[in-house]
C-alpha cells in the first residue's frame, strides 16, 4: 500500500463541469501539496496546505487532517486544465516528499 | 534565471556510461532536491540539500548515484556506471527556506535514457 494514493487515475470530464480529485495519506504529515504535470515533465505547484481551505480562481483545495484525506478540485472545467495532478505529502519525520501516482485529468471540448 | 533550471533537457546514454546532471535553483533558495520519475509513476525522493550540506540521500537508489552542491548554490546529479533502469525523469526543485511551510519550485526535469 502506497503513503499517498489518489483517485482516481485516470479522469475524462466534459468543459464545464466541476471535477474532484482525492488523495489520502498514511503517514503523519506536517503540509500537503497539489501539483500540475503538463506533458514533457513540468511540474507546477498550485496548492500548500496544512489544514482548512484555499482557493486560487476556479481550484480550490481543502484538507481534513483527521481523516487523512484532501481533495482538489475544479470548478467550470477547460481543456487546458488537461494535466497529471499529483499529491504529495510533506512527512513531519523529515525532509522529503512522497508523492501519490498522480491523476491524469483530460477536459474534453 | 526566474525558475529552477535544469541541463541537459534530455539525454541518452549507452549502459555503462557515466552521467552528470546539472541544477540551477532559483537564486537564493536554500533547499534543493532531486527526484526521480519513471515513466508513468510519480516522482521518488533522491536527496536533500540545505545550502551546501546534504542532509537527507537515504532515497538514492545505489552508490552508483551521487549528489553534491558544494557552493550552496548550483547542484549535480552523478550517475555512475548507468543502466538500463535508471532510465527516468531527473526533477531537481528548490525553495526558499528549509521544508515544510515554503512552496517548492520544480525544474523540467532532465530526460535519462539509457540504451
Known amino acids: 500500500k502506497n503513503e499517498v494514493e489518489q483517485s482516481p487515475q485516470n479522469l475524462t470530464a466534459q468543459e464545464g463541469e466541476f471535477i474532484t480529485i482525492n488523495c489520502s495519506y498514511s503517514?503523519?504529515?506536517?503540509?500537503l501539496h497539489w501539483l500540475q504535470q503538463h506533458p514533457g515533465g513540468g511540474i507546477v505547484s498550485l496548492f500548500m496546505?496544512?489544514?482548512g481551505k484555499k482557493k486560487h480562481g476556479r481550484l480550490i483545495a481543502t484538507i481534513n487532517i483527521q481523516e487523512k484525506h484532501s481533495s482538489l478540485h475544479i470548478t467550470a472545467s477547460h481543456p487546458r486544465d488537461s494535466a497529471v495532478y499529483i499529491c504529495?505529502?510533506?512527512?513531519?519525520?523529515?525532509?522529503?516528499?512522497?508523492f501519490g501516482e498522480g491523476t491524469q485529468l483530460t477536459v474534453n471540448p | 534565471g526566474a525558475g529552477v533550471s535544469q541541463s541537459p533537457r534530455y539525454k541518452v546514454a549507452k549502459r555503462g556510461q557515466d552521467v552528470a546532471l546539472r541544477c540551477d535553483p532559483i537564486?537564493?533558495?536554500?533547499?534543493l532536491f532531486w527526484y526521480q520519475q519513471a515513466l508513468g509513476q510519480g516522482p521518488e525522493f533522491l536527496t536533500y540539500?540545505?545550502?551546501?550540506?546534504?542532509?537527507?540521500k537515504s532515497g538514492l537508489p545505489s552508490d552508483r548515484f551521487f549528489a553534491e552542491r558544494p557552493e550552496g548554490s548550483v547542484s549535480t546529479l552523478k550517475i555512475q556506471r548507468t543502466q538500463q533502469e535508471d532510465s527516468a525523469v531527473y526533477l531537481c526543485?528548490?525553495?526558499?527556506?528549509?521544508?515544510?511551510?515554503?512552496?517548492?519550485?520544480f525544474g523540467e526535469g532532465s530526460w535519462l535514457t539509457v540504451v
Open positions: 496546505l496544512s489544514s
Open positions: 504529495a505529502a510533506h512527512e513531519t519525520s523529515g525532509s522529503r516528499l512522497t
Open positions: 537564486s537564493g533558495h536554500v533547499s
Open positions: 526543485a528548490s525553495s526558499r527556506g528549509a521544508p515544510p511551510g515554503n512552496t517548492i519550485y
Open positions: 503517514v503523519g504529515i506536517s503540509a
Open positions: 540539500f540545505q545550502n551546501e550540506a546534504q542532509l537527507d
